[in-house]
């Protein structure tokens, strides 16, 4: 499955936050401890937002935050445990992203991108959890340490210049050497609160851990 970025905003994003994304992509391999970096949080943000609109047929919900600006969630079409958005619905947001690198094992393949979804209910209002997993391989072309700069080629060919301010992600820069294959992992974690909308009353609804609190048969979903 090709995941796209759940959290995208179009505005500008930090030039920090771009450096670590440059190298964005895939979920670690059991291997050597010191091949590995430690994971690291790139993001954490808590927002109110109205829908604006939603595209069924590419699972994209478009939201306006309180300062006005626009950004996406991509919900995969599939994901039918979340509960349903409407145009004009005001949600509270909370998103965290991680970034994790790994040296890959000769030989060994590349990790698949993923994505799962959950829902439950809080004091009656709809909640949506979506946790999605982007992973790339990315091969080392060259190492510059004295710089902590690292040049790698994506799958499609494009090459690029990856500067690496993180400390944890150091002695991982200095094992590199061309033609080492790495592979990078981002998480993004959006979980969601329908501010507007409570379930119906006919709806049983159990407060709990997400997934947990959906309605008991057969009762109608909330809307």
Request: net charge neutral.
């Amino acid at each position: 499955m090709k995941i796209r970025s759940s959290f995208r905003r179009m505005a500008p994003a930090s030039s920090s936050l771009f450096v670590f994304l440059a190298l964005a992509g895939m979920t670690p391999l059991p291997i050597m401890e010191d091949a590995r970096a430690q994971g690291v949080i790139t993001t954490t943000e808590t927002t109110t937002a109205t829908v604006e609109t939603i595209d069924a047929s590419n699972g994209e919900v478009l939201l306006r935050d309180v300062d006005g600006d626009l950004f996406t969630i991509d919900v995969p079409r599939k994901a039918h445990a979340l509960p349903h958005l409407q145009p004009g619905d005001r949600v509270r947001m909370h998103v965290v992203k991680t970034l994790d690198a790994a040296l890959a094992a000769p030989g060994s393949e590349a990790p698949e991108s993923t994505v799962s979804t959950a829902r439950s209910y809080v004091n009656r209002h709809p909640r949506g959890m979506l946790v999605s997993f982007r992973r790339k391989r990315d091969r080392v072309v060259a190492v510059d340490l004295p710089h902590n700069r690292v040049t790698v080629q994506d799958p499609s060919g494009t090459t690029r210049d990856v500067v690496v301010h993180r400390q944890v992600f150091l002695p991982l820069l200095a094992q590199l050497k061309p033609n080492d294959n790495v592979d990078v992992t981002t998480m993004e974690a959006v979980s969601f609160i329908v501010l507007n909308r409570e379930a119906t009353p006919s709806v049983v609804v159990h407060d709990g851990a997400a997934g947990s609190g959906v309605p008991s048969s057969p009762a109608t979903p909330a809307p």
